[in-house]
Nanobody, 113 residues
Framework: VQLVQSGAELRNPGASVKVSCKASGYTFTTYYIHWVRQAPGQGLEWMGT????????KYAQKFQGRVTFTADTSTTTAYVELNSLRSEDTAVYYCTIGVVHAWGQGTLVTVSS
């Protein structure tokens, strides 16, 4: 199982960002994909999860209304989109499949004016 994420992003406050996670080495619809983030000097924070088979998603309450997960089975790629960015959203964002201990390499999102 391999997860490869898109590159670093720099955004202004109030903007949106979309991070991708290309999955390979397994049947894409087999496992839920989780998104977590780690802000500078902080621990890991779970954002939610998506079932790639039907797109059903569960979001952490903190992010509800501001985050959207999608999964494209044709390209075996999952996405997280975060809107209304603020400086506190500066973090490294990871996709992960817990049951097989697979992690993407992380995507640094910096929110700064």
């Amino acid at each position: 199982v391999q997860l490869v994420q898109s590159g670093a992003e720099l955004r202004n406050p109030g903007a949106s960002v979309k991070v991708s996670c290309k999955a390979s080495g397994y049947t894409f619809t087999t496992y839920y994909i989780h998104w977590v983030r780690q802000a500078p000097g902080q621990g890991l924070e779970w954002m939610g999860t998506i079932d790639p088979e039907d797109g059903g998603s569960k979001y952490a309450q903190k992010f509800q209304g501001r985050v959207t997960f999608t999964a494209d089975t044709s390209t075996t790629t999952a996405y997280v989109e975060l809107n209304s960015l603020r400086s506190e959203d500066t973090a490294v964002y990871y996709c992960t499949i817990g049951v097989v201990h697979a992690w993407g390499q992380g995507t640094l999102v910096t929110v700064s004016s």
